[in-house]
């Protein structure tokens, strides 16, 4: 799967592109992602991507026209026709169900909004505005990592254990169970010498009642 980020700060989605899961995904060629600076598709010197708005008011809006020129490049190069995505807390919430449908798309394009605003006619060639969640960044960037994380995971082989993601909380429309690790035993620190202990049931073996002590877990977390 490819994605394509256009952004006026390609070094910070390439660099956080390359750690974790999807960095891993990455070098072992599961996934593609391509951080497009806007400013290569200025043609002015100073390479402007911002102007006043019309009407007049505060702040900047993207121009139009380096956003279509980075469409038209990334249309060209990959030679079909992908998704356009458009990063705005007016988007569509992203949801696990959201991110199962993009997942299966073979090519995403994230248009990182900014600023104030980017100019009306570039919604022309988005297919669909993604938001978040209901808050207000500073810019597009923070979303399009979000969604290029959480869509990564699901595209075959990137994360390891198969199971891991078909048990994800909201795939099965439950919140997760708690999970413990070693040690078994250890102090809470701070004042009182209180023991945090893993419940007995985890450590008993009875697979039949692990499973149902998870599910009446995840149910109490709802
Ligand atoms: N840009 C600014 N705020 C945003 C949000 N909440 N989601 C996606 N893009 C955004």
């Known amino acids: 799967m490819r994605f394509d980020i256009v952004t006026i700060f390609p070094g910070m989605v390439a660099e956080a592109a390359k750690t974790g899961v999807v960095g891993r995904a990455i070098e072992r060629g599961l996934v593609t992602v391509k951080a497009h600076d806007l400013r290569d598709f200025t043609t002015d010197r100073h ?19 380096p956003l279509f020129r980075a469409l038209d490049a990334i249309a060209a190069e990959s030679g079909r026709k992908p998704l356009v995505l458009l990063t705005s807390p007016q988007g569509t919430r992203l949801t696990q169900a959201v991110v199962e449908r993009l997942s299966r798309e073979p090519q995403l394009v994230l248009l990182c909004g900014r600023y104030e605003g980017v100019d009306e006619r570039v919604r022309s060639r988005v297919d669909e505005e993604i938001s978040i969640g209901d808050y207000v960044l500073s810019g597009g960037e923070l979303a399009a990592l979000v969604v290029v994380d959480a869509v990564a995971r699901l595209v075959p082989d990137v994360v390891g254990d198969e199971e891991s993601v078909a048990h994800d909380s909201f795939s099965r429309g439950l919140l997760d169970f708690p999970h413990y690790t070693r040690p078994a035993e250890m102090s809470a620190g701070g004042e009182e010498q209180a ?20 599910k009446r877990e995840a149910l109490l977390r709802r």
């Open 195 to 214: 023991t945090l202990k893993v419940p007995d049931v985890l450590m008993s073996g009875h697979h039949a009642e692990i499973r149902r002590w998870r």
């Open 47 to 65: 390479r402007v991507v911002d102007d006043v708005p019309y009407g007049g008011g505060p702040g900047m809006v993207l121009k139009p026209e």
